[in-house]
Each structure stands twice: as structure tokens, then as C-alpha cells.
């Protein structure tokens, strides 16, 4: 899947030619189903934020899976980075689950000189008071701005793997040492 759109680069930046986006599941693609009381992982939700935001670039889709990041596995975690190394693309976000993004941005790293943001959401993007939509517009910029390496946004930052955790109890990603905000 893929959209083209036409605009004008960042100032001082080389124009973003290509995001490759891969999708794994996880909080940002759950439905919720009424009649089951339960949330499943529909389709990916980053394919309408993109496009009712009417972005300037070429992005392609790769569905890679539709997991709950706590169901991933070291195999799952080899297919991305699989996905990644075969793509002749430099710019890549991943949709992650907020659970294990650390550990799949971790297990990703050493990937030469492409640029690869992990980001997903606290919230399901088809809620009003979700993050999704936030942390998709960041994680475009980020990918745009940041050199080659693995890194995630969330929570209107952007982290080294190495440095942030999930703080479950407060739903939020912090750094690993508070001392170093």
C-alpha cells in the first residue's frame, strides 16, 4: 500500500523521499467489540491518520503482523528487523505495543545507516482521548530530524532504547534514570 503526496522539504533538511511504515498491532490498532466485550487489533490505524492529515510524502504500508506486544517473541522481533534490512528505504516508523517496544527497539539496533522510530500508543487511535494521533505526528517529524539509529517516541518525546522505561502504574514512558530528564 502506498500514497504520494507533493510538498516542499524542511529547511535544512534532504526531502523525505520514503517512509517505509511497518505495523506489528498492539494498543494504537485496537477495536474495541462491543458484543464481546473485548478489544481485538483491526487494521492499521496510521494508514487513516496519515491520510485525513493530508501529508507531503510517499509512505508505504507493511502489514508485518497484528500482535499484542505481549505476545510477540524473539521471532517476531526477527521479522521486523528481516523487513527492515530488505528495504532499500533509510526511513522507517514501526507501530509497536507499548509492552515490549523497548525490547524490539533493543533487538533492532545495528542496522547501519537507516533511521527507524518505534511508536504506538496508550490509547486505541479510534479514541477520542487517545495519544495515537500525537505520537504519529511526532514520530514522522522525529524520523525526519534524527540520525541513523533505533528510536522511540512516545509521550511527545523522542528516547534512546538504552534510557526510558514504561511506567505502567502512571501509563507513561519515562527516563530510566529520573536524574536525567
Known sequence: MSDTRSGYPAAGLPPL????????????DKVYFDQLSDYQIGEPQIVRVLRD?????TFEITQLMRKDSL???????????AAIEASTARHFI???GTD?????????AGLGD?????????????????????????????????PAGIWIVMNGRVW??????????????????????
Open 160 to 181: 534512546h532504547p538504552g534510557r526510558v522505561r514504561k511506567n505502567r502504574q502512571r501509563n507513561c514512558f519515562e527516563p530510566l534514570d529520573p536524574t536525567v530528564a
Open 71 to 81: 505476545a510477540m517473541d524473539d521471532s517476531d522481533r526477527a521479522a521486523i528487523r
Open 94 to 96: 514501526v507501530t509497536h
Open 53 to 57: 492529515m493530508q501529508v507531503a510524502f
Open 17 to 28: 523521499e520514503r517512509l517505509v511504515i511497518i505495523t506489528t498491532g498492539g494498543t494504537i
Open 100 to 108: 515490549t517496544m523497548i525490547e524490539t527497539a533493543r533487538a533492532l
Open 114 to 146: 537507516k533511521v527507524v522510530v518505534l511508536t504506538g500508543a496508550l490509547q486505541p487511535a479510534g479514541f477520542i482521548a487517545s495519544d495515537a494521533v500525537f505520537n504519529i505526528g511526532t514520530a514522522v517529524g522525529a524520523v525526519q530530524a534524527l
